[in-house]
Every structure is written in structure tokens, then in C-alpha cells.
């Protein structure tokens, strides 16, 4: 099993920056990615950036030249930049490991 703690949410105005963190510990050499997700209310959960353990990554179309997401399989970071209000959701850190886990999530709210 992985297990996973977020930090760093919060609130900050339009076009300000927030980073998120999350911290991988137990079975993290079987971890082939780690990713953050969002989920606004009233929206499903979608892929915000992705790290594998090769070092490639993806980002979703939005957030592309915004965020940037770096570490390695035991500890991952998401710097944001340029923040939207539509970037309001709550995210999570998510390691697949042949098994998807999940951290609990971390509030990120921006206002306008």
C-alpha cells in the first residue's frame, strides 16, 4: 500500500500562486506515476498533471503553462501560477502503484 498527505491549499486571489505538496510513504517502489487530480462541486474528478517514474509528464490543456508539477515517486509538488477562479476545486494527490491511492485532499479556493 501507498499512503499519501497533501498540504499547501488555501485561498488566494485571482492571478495569485499556491503550491501543493504530497508525501508518499510505504510500498512507494512499486509506484509507476503520481498525479494531482481536482474536483470542483458538481463536477467529476479530472487529471490536473501527471509524474512517472521515467520523468515524463502531463498536464491538462487548461492549466498548461500555468502549473507545473515536479519531484519523484516519494514526494510531489504542484506549483501553481496565474490562478482562476474556475481553478477552485478541491485536489488530490493520487499514486498508481498497480492500484490507484488516493490522499484526502487539499482545498484550493481563488477568488476574483
Known amino acids: 500500500q501507498v499512503h499519501l498527505v497533501e498540504s499547501g491549499g488555501g485561498l488566494v486571489q485571482a492571478g495569485g500562486s499556491l503550491r501543493l505538496s504530497c508525501a508518499a510513504s510505504?510500498?512507494?517502489?512499486?509506484?509507476?506515476?503520481m498525479s494531482w487530480y481536482r474536483q470542483a462541486p458538481g463536477k467529476e474528478r479530472e487529471l490536473v498533471a501527471r509524474?512517472?517514474?521515467?520523468?515524463s509528464t502531463d498536464y491538462l490543456d487548461s492549466v498548461k503553462d500555468r502549473f507545473t508539477i515536479s519531484g519523484n515517486m516519494d514526494h510531489i509538488y504542484l506549483q501553481m501560477n496565474s490562478l482562476k477562479p474556475e481553478d477552485t476545486a478541491v485536489y488530490y494527490c493520487?499514486?498508481?502503484?498497480?492500484?490507484?491511492?488516493w490522499g484526502q485532499g487539499t482545498q484550493v479556493t481563488v477568488s476574483s
Open positions: 493520487n499514486a498508481f502503484a498497480i492500484s490507484d491511492y
Open positions: 509524474l512517472t517514474r521515467g520523468g
Open positions: 510505504g510500498r512507494v517502489f512499486s509506484t509507476y506515476a
